[in-house]
């Protein structure tokens, strides 16, 4: 039997009470006290592994910036990494009718497609003529922007090929970066000069303004009939009419080296990022701001910044744009080496900042997709991301 002192209270008894008691002041001095898990992220030490799927509630690289941007927001399911393996990706289009994202990996000179059924990347088209930006029109055909050929095409449903703009008043264009559509059936492009280089495109011949001493070869690695293209024109952002007619929209004294456009959820507005200098700029080059411009039929007007891209003194250039049936304004996001910024960056309309998503590396480009139009697909430089919305992408993808 357990001896008891002149109290009744047994050794047992003591050595347990005196137990609780020291585990009691232990735990009040933290020494014990439940810690918290913090889930991984893209700026922890070690960073998360997107190849796996966070098991938080809400994805610890989605930000709320503003409390207005929780509605957005889709709790019980993460970024997820969907594949890796380009060298540049750009251009993610959705097709409705195909259920499959198309995408370009551009110095590869491939386009990529990622089907909804099976979760496979496969190739979709090679070569691509070094095609950047990618966009599916009211009538389900898909346009595209080739660095290479200069020039902006469709895909018929009979599988013909149509030119939709490859100069403008008889001069060559630069290399169409990105295109979108209007329901009155005109097309929308941007013509900055980034193609013009080894690495996306072809450079200009001998003497133009991307090649001056012509000491690079453009004909290497290309059909014998290219080669011969050179720089003629300013960067611009052009309207291709029904009718075929090309007409400059904004010039470069407006807006330096265009990027990504967008117009918004009820076409009001159109959204154009100015980006860096690109190879053959004569002058300072691109902003990295964006800019919004009224629509007026078929012209714009009242050019003003939209944002700077400016988030905790990080400067949070973009690449892509595209907007949602809010308004909101979702931009790709490259910071560089600002580990924690590249990513995605989501404006409301009238230009405050209200979420991020951080990715682990730069994104050029964006669009919504899924059957749904719920599912925001992000190009990063080498793998495609994807994560779901409370919120539909706005028009055609």
């Known amino acids: 039997m357990p001896t008891r002192d002149e109290n009744g209270i047994s050794r047992r008894g003591v050595v347990k009470a005196f137990g609780a008691v020291a585990g009691a002041a232990l ?15 893209t700026i922890s030490n070690p960073p998360r592994d997107f190849d796996q799927p966070t098991t938080y509630f809400q994805d610890p690289d989605i930000l709320s910036v503003d409390p207005s941007f929780n509605a957005l927001v889709q709790p019980q399911n993460s970024i997820r990494r969907l594949w ?36 496979q990347v496969t190739v979709f088209r090679n070569p691509a003529n070094n095609s950047n930006g990618n966009h599916f029109d009211f009538q389900g055909r ?21 030119i939709i703009a490859d100069n403008y008043g008889g001069k060559r264009l630069n290399s169409p970066n990105d295109v979108v559509t209007h329901p009155d059936g005109s097309y929308w492009f941007t013509d900055p000069p980034y193609g013009g280089q080894l690495f996306e495109g072809q450079p200009d011949a001998a003497g133009g303004p991307s090649n001056p001493q012509g000491l690079l070869n453009p004909r290497l690695g290309l059909p014998p009939e290219l ?42 507005r159109l959204y154009v990022i100015s980006t860096g ?14 800019f919004s411009f009224d629509v007026q039929g078929t012209r714009v007007a009242n050019r003003r910044v939209f944002t700077d891209y400016m988030v905790d003194g990080v400067k949070c250039g973009g690449d892509g744009v595209r907007v949602d049936v809010f308004g909101n304004v979702w931009s790709s996001s ?16 009238n230009g405050m900042l209200i979420g991020r998503i951080r990715l682990p ?31 539909q992408g706005a028009g055609p993808s």
């Open 227 to 268: 080669g011969a293209f050179r720089r003629e024109l300013p960067t611009g952002v052009y309207r291709v009419d029904p009718s075929g007619k090309v007409d400059l929209v904004i010039g470069e004294d407006q807006l330096a080296d265009p990027n990504g456009l967008a117009f918004s959820q009820d076409f009001k």
């Open 142 to 162: 898909q346009l595209s922007c080739e660095h290479l050929m200069r020039r902006v095409v469709r895909y018929e449903h009979d599988g013909s090929v149509t």
């Open 334 to 349: 490259n910071a560089g080496r600002a580990v924690g910024y590249n990513g995605v960056t989501v404006w409301n309309p």
């Open 84 to 119: 890796t393996g380009g060298v540049w990706l750009e251009g993610p289009a959705w097709s409705g009718v195909g259920r499959y994202l198309v995408f370009s990996d551009i110095p590869n000179n491939r386009q990529m497609r990622w089907s909804e059924d099976n979760g």
């Open 27 to 41: 735990a009040g001095n933290g020494l014990f006290a439940q810690q918290r898990a913090e889930p991984p992220t």
């Open 361 to 391: 590396e730069v994104c050029a480009n964006i669009c919504f997709g899924g059957p749904k139009r719920n599912r925001l697909f992000m190009m990063g430089s080498t793998s495609v991301y994807s994560v779901h919305f409370n919120t």
């Open 277 to 290: 200098r690109g190879p053959g700029d004569t002058g300072p080059g691109g902003t990295r701001e964006m």
